[in-house]
């Protein structure tokens, strides 16, 4: 499985408030996802994106449990606009962009 990286840091300075609404537009196999929709409270919500079905189907299944506040988006950023003006809400508190490879992409799970 893909480590994250930066982890502490990312829910450090992600995370301006628990109650908010985020986007991770590089979800992979939702390692950074899980550490911050596990910190959510209730009104929060991570929006889950990646241009690899096959890692978001991974990162589906590793957030089951926390179902309620989060949603899969199967695009690239090139239709994030969309994505986000689609939401309909006022603000999204974060995005986080791990811009790095998936360790997936190279040698398999
Ligand atoms: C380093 S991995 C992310 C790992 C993830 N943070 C985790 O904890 O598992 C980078 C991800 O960016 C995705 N990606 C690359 N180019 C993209 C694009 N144009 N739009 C959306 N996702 C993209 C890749 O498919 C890959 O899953």
């Known amino acids: 499985m893909h480590e994250p990286v930066l982890l ?7 995370l301006t408030s628990k109650s908010g609404i985020y986007l991770d537009a590089t979800v992979g196999t ?3 996802a899980q550490a911050i929709v596990s910190q959510l409270e209730p009104g929060g919500k991570l929006i889950c994106m990646d ?4 890692l978001l189907e991974i990162a589906k299944k590793r957030l089951k449990k926390y179902r309620d506040r989060v ?8 239709q994030m606009k969309d994505l986000v003006s689609g939401l309909k809400v006022k603000k999204i508190s974060g995005f986080l962009f791990d811009l790095g490879v998936c ?4 040698c398999g799970e």
Do not use: C
């Not at 502490?8 to 992600?14: Q, R, Y």
């Open 8 to 14: 502490k840091e990312v829910l450090e300075n992600l």
């Open 30 to 32: 939702g390692g950074h």
């Open 71 to 78: 949603e899969f988006a199967h695009l690239r950023f090139s």
């Open 51 to 54: 241009r690899d079905e096959s």
């Open 103 to 106: 360790s997936l992409h190279f």
